[in-house]
T-cell receptor
Framework: DQQVKQNSPSLSVQEGRISILNCDYT??????FLWYKKYPAEGPTFLIS?????DKNEDGRFTVFLNKSAKHLSLHIVPSQPGDSAVYFC??????????????FGKGTHLIIQP | DAGVTQSPTHLIKTRGQQVTLRCSPK?????VSWYQQALGQGPQFIFQ???????QRGNFPDRFSGHQFPNYSSELNVNALLLGDSALYLC?????????????FGPGTRLTVT
């Protein structure tokens, strides 16, 4: 049973446009959500996160939106750049207030930025 | 500032053998988590170590075991290897006292079981 779902295995976006990556979850205990970016032959790199007490978090070109009632989050990248081409993973965890729980990951979305 | 390091980079083992993978956490981190990433899948949580004890475990059989040393580094051991254990094994570190749960990943060890 997949608790975190990324339904688009791949997404192609033109350079300079907005990239929107989507993620759905089923476990109501999840309280903290993270996005990771992964290049081939490298480990995932932390990108941005959001706690369930917020509905939006921004960091430069990256914004994550959380709709808790719909159990849905999305990552917006504006403007998209060629270096953004990578696999993006959505992850979730119950918030443990300073501890570090195991993360539950989706299968990833391969983002391709076209020049 | 060294990030998370893992060794070896690649490993080929035969079915039935045992393997040990190693991880050094990022400086200042005290918690180590291990993940298995099969081809085309997201990472799956194996277990987490803090204060040299296993604190949390995912849905993996007890063929998978681990250890954390006083310097916070960690080992993942897999016994009686199966073909299905072929995967990228990722180590992630974090600081228990952090407000939020960002985990920082190493480059992984690619294990091939033949």
């Amino acid at each position: 049973d997949q608790q975190v779902k990324q339904n688009s295995p791949s997404l192609s976006v033109q350079e300079g446009r907005i990239s929107i990556l989507n993620c759905d979850y089923t476990n109501s205990m999840f309280d903290y959500f993270l996005w990771y970016k992964k290049y081939p032959a490298e480990g995932p790199t932390f990108l941005i996160s959001i706690s369930s007490i917020k509905d939006k978090n921004e960091d430069g070109r990256f914004t994550v939106f959380l709709n808790k009632s719909a159990k849905h989050l999305s990552l917006h990248i504006v403007p998209s750049q060629p270096g953004d081409s990578a696999v993006y993973f959505c992850a979730a965890t119950p918030y443990s207030g300073g501890g570090a729980d195991g993360l539950t990951f989706g299968k990833g979305t391969h983002l391709i930025i076209q020049p | 500032d060294a990030g998370v390091t893992q060794s070896p980079t690649h490993l080929i083992k035969t079915r039935g053998q045992q393997v040990t993978l190693r991880c050094s956490p990022k400086s200042g981190h005290d918690t180590v988590s291990w993940y298995q990433q099969a081809l085309g899948q997201g990472p799956q949580f194996i277990f987490q170590y803090y204060e040299e004890e296993e604190r949390q475990r995912g849905n993996f059989p007890d063929r998978f075991s681990g250890h954390q040393f006083p310097n916070y580094s960690s080992e993942l051991n897999v016994n009686a290897l199966l073909l299905g254990d072929s995967a990228l094994y990722l180590c992630a570190s974090s600081f228990r006292g952090a407000l939020f749960d960002e985990q920082y990943f190493g480059p992984g060890t690619r294990l091939t079981v033949t």
